[in-house]
Nanobody
Framework: QVQLVESGGGSVQAGGSLRLSCAASGGAYNTNFMGWFRQAPGKEREGLALICSGIRYVRDSVKGRFTISQDKAKDTVFLQMDSLKPEDTAMYYC????????????????WGQGTQVTVSS
């Protein structure tokens, strides 16, 4: 099964930037659909940005601040986060999809371990 290794999280001040990365490896897998999600304590996981068959989708709530990109040769997906706000504080996860491209977490089956992002005032 595909293994996803995430990195790039940390603590920043409001207005700062972070670039998250997620590298896929571990055997046979399909990386046509990849996505970034986040989950704050006590809240449901929400989709932020997707790249499906080369097409990028960014949720309205983070559009203009977050950008998803991909290095297909290295099986790596990135999330560039600019103008960070305290409400962006959450655990951030990447995922690989089997057949569905959705902001909902439910159809995604392969997840990374998560990387913490903390934005202070």
């Amino acid at each position: 099964q595909v293994q996803l290794v995430e990195s790039g999280g940390g603590s920043v001040q409001a207005g700062g930037s972070l670039r998250l990365s997620c590298a896929a490896s571990g055997g046979a897998y399909n990386t046509n659909f990849m996505g970034w999600f986040r989950q704050a304590p006590g809240k449901e996981r929400e989709g932020l940005a997707l790249i499906c068959s080369g097409i990028r989708y960014v949720r309205d709530s983070v559009k203009g601040r977050f950008t998803i990109s991909q290095d297909k040769a290295k099986d790596t997906v990135f999330l560039q986060m600019d103008s960070l706000k305290p409400e962006d504080t959450a655990m951030y996860y990447c995922a690989v999809g089997a057949s569905a491209c959705s902001y909902s977490p439910s159809p995604w089956h392969n997840w990374g371990q998560g990387t913490q992002v903390t934005v202070s005032s």
